[in-house]
């Protein structure tokens, strides 16, 4: 709809700004991360950092499917005047939103070791691995919608 009332050029460039905004703002999150950690724990923080920040890219990720396909979804049926289809699309990407952001959280209460380990943690890191591993499942749901919800607004 928007591209009516203005250049396609225009409507592409606020778009894709705002997506290199975002993948700005995780760059930055994950360096400070970096930082924090290598300066308040060294060597072994950085390795359980790097061993667990895969699962935040895979968490990061299933968001961002899910609400790309959901909002293009959303789009089409709006556009085509399908005004009741439209929330129908909304609430069913959110409930599997949930359904998998769920699955992570089991993940991080119930097999968080057998995951760290899996992920290559061995003795001197596996406590921290699991550490930073169950923050990043158990908190799960948000990065989810947040990642879901850029996708539809």
């Known amino acids: 709809m928007e591209t009516m009332r203005g250049s396609l050029a225009k409507t592409f460039m606020k778009y894709a700004s705002l997506n290199i ?7 930055v999150y994950i360096l400070a991360d970096t930082y924090y950690i290598s300066k308040a724990i060294g060597p072994l923080g950085l390795t359980a950092l790097n061993l667990s920040i895969a699962i935040y890219s895979f968490i990061h990720g299933m968001g961002l499917m899910i609400g790309i396909g959901g909002a293009t979804r959303f789009s ?24 998998v952001s769920l699955f992570f959280v089991m993940l991080g209460i119930f097999f968080v070791e057998p995951l760290a380990k899996g992920l290559g943690a ?11 591993l169950s923050t990043i499942l158990i908190f799960s749901p948000l ?11």
């Open 122 to 132: 061995d003795a001197e890191t596996l406590v921290m691995t699991k550490t930073y």
């Open 21 to 27: 905004l975002g993948m700005l703002a995780i760059s």
């Open 76 to 99: 089409i049926a709006m556009s085509e005047g399908k005004t009741l289809e439209g929330p129908r699309i909304f609430t069913m990407a959110m409930k599997l939103g949930l359904l």
């Open 143 to 153: 990065f989810i919608l947040n990642n879901m919800l850029i996708a539809f607004v």
